[in-house]
């Protein structure tokens, strides 16, 4: 099937829309990430550099100007699975890398990279979009919701912890990260958290991104340790990888920090035993967080919830590329009957009415005449599609309209989830 939507859009004279060859084009793709993101890969951090990008999935602009032909603009995506409430993992396109070169900006490149990304991402199947923002204000006009959240904290050396029954059963190793040999246990942990938003990393090259260790990352802290919770048969139950940095104050009192990167625990006495260790490691007077689930482990664990500083943040946003196959994919904790009016000016087969009817065994998603019960944006629909937003929430921004009193409530119970959505990394 070849969809005709979002429309090609034209560019201005002189630059033109390619795929870029995975290889033959790298180092001017590598060239605009660094001129897009401003930073240069430090030569120490060379030997560590990973590629990941995916073969066939980078489309740039090219320049024809004085000086030649060079690369205005890129954007990739990587084949994601994304796990969706109660349901299987949907094929989702991981848009990454969008960067625009500063003599080209405010051209409409990126404009026409998005719908390109929007079309070709339709035409291989993939039912969603997901991506980090770089701004805030970029994403929304192409349909992109906020669809989950994180969680960033710091706590104090020491912090009160509620005990757990069989915490003590588990072992916390203390290690240097060694990504050859840890990474395949992380996956193990990793792949088994059930969790809307949650995205598996499918490729090597992913998985050895996550373990890299920049030395210029360091900025006077240590290499990268790995904090390992294994239960009684020596199977791994939990993570974090983390470094320390040493701090004295004038008077000679230690006032290091732990700076957590990722941290992840499949159950309670795990996560107790996990915070027990990162919350009591000499010479730290505190431990900073940055990507906690919204309802992560931790934050019922801690006997003072007022001891920790935290903030929340938005972490993926999502753009339903395919209307019915998401709304259908996805499960709804009760009795759904609701008819949405969704407005989608980049993907037609997307607006219109729908009429979405079943329960928790499965809906059925149709065109529908009947009179509407709310009005949403595709945008607004992405952000609640994994409960991470709700519909009454939304409406209460006026961004979701209730056309017919007493729908909205029924409708916003059946679209949440018990469980918080979080993807817990950064791509
Ligand atoms: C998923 C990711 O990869 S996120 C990373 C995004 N990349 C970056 O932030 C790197 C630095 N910035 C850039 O490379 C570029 O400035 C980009 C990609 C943000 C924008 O590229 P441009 O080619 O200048 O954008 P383009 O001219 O197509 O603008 C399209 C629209 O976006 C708007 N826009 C562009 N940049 C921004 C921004 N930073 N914030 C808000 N709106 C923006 C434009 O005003 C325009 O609005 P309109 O629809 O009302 O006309």
Not at 6 to 18: C, D, E, N
Not at 167 to 194: F, I, K, T, Y
Not at 196 to 204: C, H, L, M, V
Request: aromatic share 6%; with cysteine; glycine share 10%.
């Amino acid at each position: 099937m070849t969809f005709t939507h979002p429309p090609k859009t034209p560019l201005p004279s002189g630059y033109r829309l390619a795929e870029l060859d995975d290889v033959a084009d790298r180092e001017a793709m590598r060239e605009i990430d660094r001129w897009a993101f401003a930073f240069d890969l430090d030569p120490e951090d060379e030997p560590a550099d990973v590629w990941n990008l995916e073969p066939g999935r980078s489309v740039g602009v090219w320049h024809d100007g004085p000086r030649g032909t060079t690369l205005a603009a890129m954007h990739s995506s990587y084949a994601f699975r994304v796990q969706v409430p109660g349901g299987e993992p949907l094929p989702a396109a991981g848009l990454t890398w969008v960067g625009v070169h500063p003599a080209h900006r405010r051209r409409g490149l990126s404009r026409a990279m998005l719908h390109a990304h929007l079309r070709r991402s339709r035409e291989r199947g993939e039912v969603l979009s997901v991506l980090n923002a770089a701004e805030s204000g970029i994403y929304g006009r192409y349909g992109y919701g906020i669809a989950t959240h994180r969680v960033s904290a710091t706590l104090g050396r020491g912090a009160g912890l509620r005990p757990v029954p069989g915490s003590e059963e588990p072992v916390v190793e203390l290690e240097s990260l060694d990504g050859p040999r840890h990474s395949a246990e992380l996956e193990r942990v990793h792949g088994q958290v059930v969790r809307p938003g949650w995205i598996t990393r499918d490729t090597d090259a992913l998985r050895q991104t996550r373990v890299l260790d920049w030395p210029s990352a360091r900025r006077g802290a240590e290499r990268r340790r790995i904090a390992l919770v294994r239960d009684a048969l020596g199977e791994p139950r939990g993570y974090a990888l983390f470094r320390r940095k040493e701090k004295w104050s004038d008077e000679g009192k230690p006032e290091g920090t732990v700076q957590v990167h990722d941290v992840l625990a499949l159950d309670a006495p795990a996560a107790r035993a996990l915070w027990a260790a990162l919350l009591d490691l000499d010479l730290m007077a505190a431990v900073e967080v940055g990507n906690l689930a919204p309802d992560d482990a931790v934050l019922g664990l801690l006997t003072d919830v007022r001891g920790i500083n935290r903030k929340v943040h938005d972490d993926v946003w999502l753009r339903i590329l395919d209307l019915p196959a998401a709304l259908r994919a996805r499960a709804y904790p009760c009795v759904v009957d609701v008819v949405l009016e969704v407005s989608d000016p980049l993907v037609p087969d997307n607006a219109g009415r729908w009429h979405v009817r079943g329960g928790p065994q499965g809906v059925e998603v149709t065109r529908s005449q009947d009179p509407a019960h709310l009005a949403v944006d595709v945008s607004d629909l992405g952000a609640a599609y994994l409960g991470g937003s709700s519909l009454t929430a939304l409406a209460a921004a006026g961004r979701v309209t209730e056309l017919v009193p007493g729908t909205l409530v029924p409708a916003a119970t059946a679209f949440s989830w018990p469980v918080a959505a979080s993807t817990g990394w950064g791509f």
